[in-house]
Each structure stands twice: as structure tokens, then as C-alpha cells.
């Protein structure tokens, strides 16, 4: 199985490419409440066991997590932890996924392969990122005006596999 799928935001274009870029997002309204990532160390949670090398989950919702590791060269991606409705997700790299390595200097591109598996299951997930610094400049929002921001382009396709 192949999932194919692209975040975006309706009727709003990520802007150019390119140096001393000015990315203004001022007139974006959000609806709704806003959507807020809260950073815990993996260790507090009941998930740790699966990611021992975790520097930090990410979740917006208190049941979805990423798992990454940190430092100050790379970051990588260890897997992902769900638990909805009683229904438990987890994914482990057994080759994590490598988001960026630093320094990444303007124009260059990082490239990585990576697998892993669903514990609960026997579908694997493999794929490939690309991340690429294609931009630098100013970005504005309804927020405030933010300079010297750099901008990630990563295109990762995912595929998954079922071993029966």
C-alpha cells in the first residue's frame, strides 16, 4: 500500500524560493482554536521503552506522538506512537529517519533512507526525505515580523508493506 498525501493550507502559497525572501502570511485567519505542539521528554510517558534513545515526543493532541533524538548536528526521527479510541499505533525505526544534518548551508540538500516497523502488526514502513534549505529572509505573520528565518523544504515519500 502506497499513501500518497500533501499538508497544505487552502489558498495559501508557501511563497518563493531564494535569498532575502519576504515571506508575509499578515492576512492568513485562522478559524477554530488554534493548534498548539506541546515538546515532553519521552521518558515521562508510558511509550519510552520503544524509543530508549529519545530526546524528545511531540504531540498537539495528548495521543499522537512523534519521537525524535536531538543534537546538535542532526535531528532524527525514532518513530511515532498513537492511542485512540483503544486502538494502538506504534511505529519503530529499526533506520530512523534523518530529518536534517547541520550545518545545512543555503541551496544544499540532505538525502536519507529509512524503515522501520508497526509493532502491532507485520506492515513495515520504508521510504526516503529530502530536505532541502531552498530560502532565507523575513517571515511576517498575524503574530509579528520574524527576520533572519531560514526555509526547510522536505518532500518524503513513504511506502508500506504488509509481510503476510
Known amino acids: 500500500m502506497i499513501k500518497t498525501y500533501s499538508k497544505e493550507i487552502k489558498g495559501v502559497s508557501p ?3 531564494g535569498a532575502n525572501q519576504v515571506w508575509d502570511f499578515s492576512d492568513i485567519i485562522f478559524e477554530g482554536e488554534p493548534s498548539v505542539i506541546k515538546v515532553i521528554y519521552p521518558s515521562s510517558t508510558a511509550f519510552s521503552s520503544y524509543f530508549p534513545t529519545g530526546t524528545l ?3 498537539s493532541d495528548d495521543q499522537s506522538y512523534v519521537i525524535s533524538h536531538i543534537t ?3 535531528r532524527i526521527r525514532l518513530g511515532s506512537f498513537s492511542n ?3 486502538n494502538t499505533t506504534t511505529v519503530v525505526y529499526s533506520n530512523p529517519m534523518t530529518i536534517v544534518k547541520l550545518p545545512l548551508k543555503y541551496n544544499e540538500s540532505f538525502s536519507d533512507d529509512f524503515n ?3 509493532v502491532e502488526s507485520d506492515i513495515i514502513k520504508s521510504g526516503s526525505i529530502t530536505t ?3 530560502g532565507y529572509g523575513t517571515l511576517k505573520t498575524q503574530f509579528g515580523t520574524y527576520d533572519n528565518i531560514i526555509r526547510l523544504k522536505y518532500t518524503t515519500i513513504e511506502k508500506e ?4
Open 132 to 134: 532541502t534549505y531552498d
Open 15 to 17: 511563497g518563493n524560493a
Open 116 to 118: 522501520g516497523t508497526y
Open 72 to 74: 546538535s548536528t542532526e
Open 57 to 59: 515526543a511531540e504531540t
Open 84 to 86: 485512540h479510541s483503544m
Open 161 to 164: 508493506t504488509s509481510q503476510v
